[in-house]
Every structure is written in structure tokens, then in C-alpha cells.
């Protein structure tokens, strides 16, 4: 989907959310495991990929900013209203975990959306929440988002750094940073991390891995939850994931966690052996619908849909010459920016997001404001 608006504001280029099964409608191309090995054959393993650029044959049509963005917004069953109207601390701690495992989303193998500029934004709506995201460093690769629902009285902070890295036959995306859900109404903040995201080549493939911890310091409750894949020497299946709800002070377990972050996850209650399903993936992330503009003479200049709109086009069109032009002349205004800043010993202040790192905790960051504004782009229901 395109959405042009007046010559006198950015051209925008909106494109639907990926379904469970990627979508090919986006992107498709043959050949991509030889294509993709040939672009690695000079990289060592083990080597840092957060500086390599891939041509836009290998993109998909939007930015990472906005795959973000859309695990957020992109629902079709409102998950964060259950957190919010679970009766007691328990119920809604469950209804957490299923939120977090709503979160980690299907990805397409051989493509990737397009490394995030410095100063690029995202702000979309979905109803009374909103949603803003802002690239906060480009070297490293950081992104900060604040999403505030003042009905709800719900707000999520992140602070985002990914580290992809080279093994040989699969590439792993770290990723680094704090996520907070804060459910103002009932006083509870809940700190979880991400999953990484594994892509193999051999044989081709796409999973999240690693281990999610979710805490909530005003219930005394945890979960850890095990995102794992096949591999050769365990013939698991693919988007399993193990782990259990516990009390942080006795490490009593409460509840055993099974299923697959694509289908089906159940909960068993330990005391009485009783099993529910908490998240349904068709449910949450099937038959999303697109965003569209509501407010052209509201969008940025470095809203995300607006930086890479030529790009997107010429992907879309298969225009791959306007799509590498176009690319190209982004990321050189983007180095000449830096060579302008460091001439005159100027470092990058963010708009949205107070930043912070330390050798500890890692990245950071605080929102400005204390509430995102409606957006000029949102997603109907």
C-alpha cells in the first residue's frame, strides 16, 4: 500500500504488517541462500555485523523502527487491556508473559528492514494508545520507544540495541536493553528483555532463541521463559517455548509454561495440574491491517514511512536502480551529517529521549515527555 500525500509534505510509503507464515507479497527472490552465503564470504566468523550494509535487494520495504513499532500496535486481539483488567496480581502477571510472547514476531528469511538513520521517527495510534520511536545512536545501533495509553493508564518504555554476529552457517541478532510495561492503574512496573533473533542458512530458517525473564518487584513475582529451535544435535521442534512463573523470594514455582511463540502457549497451574491457554498467535497476529495517514500536515520529515519512501517504491516496483540511488544518497546525507557535527565538536542530542549508557547496565533512556501525542499515521481497527 501507498499513500501519497500533498507535494508539499513527505511522500509516505506504507506497507502491511508481516503475517504468521512472513509474506511474500513483500519479498521474494530466488536463489537467496547463494545470495545471502556470497555476501558473508569475506566475513570472519564471530565478526560484528552492526556495520554492514545490505543492498536493497535484500530489504524489505520498511524500517526497523517500524517492525517495532508494529509488535506494539499491530493486533488484532488487545492483549494489553487483559493486563490491565486481570482481577488480582497473579492473573495479570500471567496475562503479562502472554503479552511478551505476543511481542517477538515472524520474520522473512533472506530480507531485512532497513537500518534506522539517526534522528529517524516513527509515531503511529491504535485507538487511545500511542506509539513513538526514535533512532537515539547510529553507531552503535540504538533505538528508544515510549508508548503511553492515557484511558488504560498504561505506558512501555524500551531501549533497543541489537548486535548481529556471524557463525559460519547463521547469522544471531543480541539484542541488548530494558524493556518496561508500567500499569499505572494497579502501581506494578514489569522489567522483561528480548529474545534473539537466529537466522540460519543451513538449513534456511528463522527463529527466536534465548532466555526472557519478566519481573514485577510490586508482586514478588518472575518468569523465565525459553525461546529455543532445532538444531542438529537436538531434533526439538522449531518456535518451542519452555518455562515457568515463580515467586521471586522462595523461587516457588507457580505455573509450567509450554508452546510455540507462532500457535499455541499453555499454562499449567503446579498446585492442581489444571492447563489454559493463554496466548492463540491467529488470534493476536492474523489479518493485521495496514496504517494509513490521517494527518498528512502532521508527519515528520524523519518519520520513518518519509526517509525510506523512495527506496520503498523502488523495491515495491522492483526499480532496483532507484532503490540502490536512493539508498545510497540517505546513508552519504547521513555521513555527511556526522562530518558536519564532529567539525564542529558537536555531539547528537536526541528529540524524544533522554539516553544513557553505562559499562553495567548497557544502553538506556528516559522519555521527555510524560505522554506520546496522537499520531498522524494510525492503524484502524
Keep these: 500500500?501507498?499513500?501519497?500525500?500533498?507535494?508539499?509534505?513527505?511522500?509516505?510509503?506504507?506497507?502491511?504488517?508481516?503475517?504468521?507464515?512472513?509474506?511474500?507479497?513483500?519479498y521474494r527472490a530466488p536463489n537467496l541462500v547463494r545470495r545471502?552465503?556470497?555476501l558473508f564470504k569475506n566475513i570472519r566468523p564471530g565478526s560484528d555485523l552492526t556495520n554492514f550494509q545490505l543492498p536493497p535487494l535484500f530489504n524489505i520495504p520498511?524500517?526497523?523502527?517500524?517492525?517495532?513499532?508494529?509488535?506494539?500496535?499491530?493486533?488484532?486481539?488487545?492483549l494489553l487491556h487483559s493486563c490491565n483488567n486481570a482481577e488480582n496480581p497473579l492473573d495479570r502477571f500471567v496475562a503479562v508473559v502472554a503479552w511478551c510472547i505476543s511481542v517477538p514476531r515472524p520474520a522473512i528469511f533472506g530480507a531485512a528492514p532497513y537500518n534506522p538513520i539517526l534522528g529517524e521517527t516513527h509515531h503511529v495510534s491504535r485507538g487511545t494508545l500511542n506509539v513513538l520511536l526514535e533512532q537515539v545512536s547510529h553507531h552503535p545501533p540504538v533505538s528508544a520507544l515510549h508508548a503511553t495509553d492515557e484511558k488504560e493508564n498504561i505506558e512501555m518504555i524500551w531501549c533497543q540495541h541489537i548486535v548481529p554476529k556471524f557463525y559460519g552457517t547463521k547469522v544471531e541478532g543480541e539484542v541488548h536493553g530494558k524493556r518496561q510495561l508500567k500499569l499505572h492503574k494497579h502501581g506494578e512496573t514489569y522489567v522483561m528483555n528480548s529474545p534473539n533473533l537466529l537466522i540460519k542458512f543451513l538449513p534456511p530458517g528463522l527463529d527466536w532463541v534465548g532466555t526472557v525473564n519478566i519481573h514485577c518487584q510490586e508482586s514478588d513475582l518472575e518468569a523465565e521463559l525459553c525461546f529455543l529451535t532445532t538444531s542438529f544435535l537436538r531434533r526439538r521442534e522449531p518456535h518451542s517455548i519452555k518455562g515457568r512463573i515463580y515467586q521471586s523470594s522462595s523461587s516457588k514455582t507457580l505455573y509450567e509454561v509450554n508452546g510455540h511463540w507462532n500457535s499455541i502457549v499453555t499454562v499449567k497451574d503446579i498446585n492442581n495440574g489444571k492447563e489454559s491457554v493463554i496466548y492463540n498467535a491467529k488470534e493476536v497476529i492474523s489479518g493485521l491491517k495496514c496504517p494509513v495517514v490521517k494527518d498528512p500536515q502532521g508527519i515528520l520529515q524523519s518519520e520513518s514511512a518519509a526517509v525510506w519512501s523512495v527506496v520503498s517504491e523502488g523495491i515495491l516496483t522492483k526499480n532496483w536502480e532507484k532503490a540502490r540511488e536512493a539508498k545510497r544518497g540517505i546513508e552519504e546525507r547521513q555521513r555527511e551529517g556526522v562530518?558536519?557535527?564532529?567539525s564542529r565538536g558537536e555531539t547528537w542530542v536526541p528529540k524524544y529521549f533522554n539516553v544513557f549508557y553505562s559499562k553495567e547496565g548497557g544502553w538506556d533512556c528516559s522519555p521527555i515527555q510524560k505522554l506520546v501525542p496522537p499520531a498522524p499515521i494510525i492503524v484502524p481497527f
Design 36 to 38: 545471502i552465503l556470497s
Design 62 to 78: 520498511k524500517s526497523h523502527l517500524q517492525c517495532y513499532g508494529e509488535s506494539v500496535y499491530c493486533v488484532s486481539k488487545d
Design 339 to 342: 562530518r558536519e557535527r564532529n
Design 1 to 26: 500500500m501507498v499513500s501519497e500525500v500533498n507535494k508539499d509534505d513527505p511522500c509516505v510509503v506504507l506497507t502491511k504488517p508481516l503475517s504468521l507464515d512472513g509474506d511474500s507479497d513483500v
